[in-house]
């Protein structure tokens, strides 16, 4: 919630798409001015498409040595006024779902609505360029840091944080899934298709929380230090050919690089993959361990332990551990794009791809999302239609499951196969896309 809360309001008050979103409250204070970030080595996915910026716990101070006084020169910050920003939005469907049966045939009825609502006050906070030339100029960096001398053996790009966006004062952040008939993924699967249900979530945004963030990469050598360049985001993904691909393109390609390589090897192995991710999507404590142990495999040049307390990584571990280093680089880097999809869906999603899973309709629900990476879904708002077929399941449960599934990515989907967009969804669907390609491939469904 905490991150779709921040792309919510860079949405309002970052036209330029200068500033990155932080994407956990729980490392929010790791973000602030002068405190060092490392980008991580992966390439940008088409469904993030900021780059992956990792806090360091560090700020530049840690790393300095002392000036020739011996003293620490305080920094200069410049703060704005502060600004208010408020929104309430509900988005509403209606109408009914006719699900087609052998020998009979069923109907679903029902209206959805989905509405977030949050008023919170906000405040630039930046360094000074005055400061920042005074620090680069009195200070050194200390070559014997343990943390410098530990990224000077990497090619890992170092960053200082310039500029941060805060909450200046406490602030909620509501969410509210309305639904009669079965529309909301709380009345998923074994549930009724009767009645009408209410699931709200929220969050408490406390006073001083970094919501996002701006940065400037930092050059090291010999102990002198320099500022770098501003990181651009890329808009536009293109084939190798140079050409712009369409918003199907641009995932299919994507997803077949990173994923293909499942099957270089054997179904015994990918069935452990596939368990392995299924444990984590009920665990985020569990995922994130797992994140972080295959995005430090490569880094592990003069050979890799992996380690756990969890029953649940145990296998999988074990295998690589006793894997040709080639093979593990392989595995780590297919599952680690997995997991950074799955980082992106919602908690409810990941709890009905599993029931999905359950009753193999996930090659089904594969075709539909397929069916939604439209230029219209990419580029526009307006509501256009996929193939009906796709939405026929059948079991009634099935039906509303799906239509749960999507519809937390932000595509209402309607009785004769329109699809209605909210608030530019291609990178939630393209995020649902890839989880849902693993899974089938790891699966091994037709």
Excluded at 47 to 57: G, K, L
Excluded at 86 to 95: F, I, K, N, P, Y
Excluded at 336 to 352: C, G, N
């Amino acid at each position: 919630m905490f991150k779709k809360l921040t792309k919510l309001i860079l949405k309002q008050m970052d036209p330029r798409d200068e500033l990155v979103p932080v994407e956990s409250i729980a490392h929010n204070e790791h973000f602030r001015p002068l405190y060092l970030l490392i980008k991580k080595r992966k390439s940008k996915r088409i469904f993030h498409p900021d780059p992956y910026y990792q806090h360091t716990r560090f700020t530049l101070d840690d790393v300095l040595l002392p000036g020739e006084d011996g003293n620490h020169r305080e920094p200069i910050y410049q703060v704005s006024s502060q600004f208010t920003l408020t929104q309430t939005s509900v988005d509403q469907a209606g109408g009914g779902l006719s699900i087609s049966f052998d020998p009979a045939s069923a109907g679903l009825q029902g209206a959805a609505s989905l509405s977030n609502e949050f008023s919170i006050t906000v405040q630039k906070k930046s360094i000074s360029q005055e400061s920042l030339e005074a620090l680069r100029t009195e200070r050194e960096i200390d070559m014997d840091h343990s943390f410098i001398q530990q990224l000077q053996r990497t090619d890992i790009e170092l960053y200082v944080v310039t500029e941060i966006l805060e909450a200046s004062e406490e602030a909620v952040y509501k969410e509210s899934t309305k639904a009669g008939g079965g529309f909301n993924a709380k009345c998923y699967a074994r549930a009724s298709a009767q009645g009408t249900r209410e699931n709200t979530q929220s969050i408490v945004v406390p006073k001083g929380c970094t919501l996002a963030f701006r940065l400037i990469q930092i050059h090291i050598k010999d102990g002198a230090w320099s500022l770098g360049h501003i990181p651009k985001k890329v808009k536009v993904i293109r084939s190798l050919q140079g050409e712009p691909l369409s918003g199907k393109g641009i995932v299919e390609s994507e997803v077949e690089k990173n994923c293909q390589i499942f099957l270089k090897f054997s179904s015994d192995l990918l069935l452990i993959v596939l368990n392995t991710i299924k444990a984590v999507m009920t665990d985020k404590n569990l995922l994130e361990e797992l994140s972080q142990k295959m995005e430090e495999v490569p880094e592990q040049n003069d050979g890799y332990e992996l380690k756990t307390e969890s029953p649940d990584l145990q296998g999988l571990f074990s295998t690589l551990q006793h894997s040709p280093r080639d093979r593990v680089l392989l595995l780590a880097e297919g599952i680690t794009y997995i997991l950074d999809a799955l980082h992106e869906l919602m908690e409810d999603q990941l709890l009905l791809l599993l029931e999905s899973l359950e009753r193999k309709i996930v090659s089904q629900q594969l075709k539909l999302v397929e069916n939604l990476l439209t230029p219209h879904l990419k580029y526009g708002m307006q509501p256009f239609h996929v193939d009906a077929e796709l939405l026929s399941f059948p079991h009634v449960e099935e039906q509303m499951l799906t239509i749960a599934l999507v519809e937390l990515s932000g595509v209402q989907l309607q009785e004769d196969g329109s699809a209605v967009p909210r608030d530019q969804p291609f990178e939630a669907v393209a995020a649902l896309f890839v989880a849902l390609y693993a899974l089938n491939l790891l699966s091994g469904s037709k």
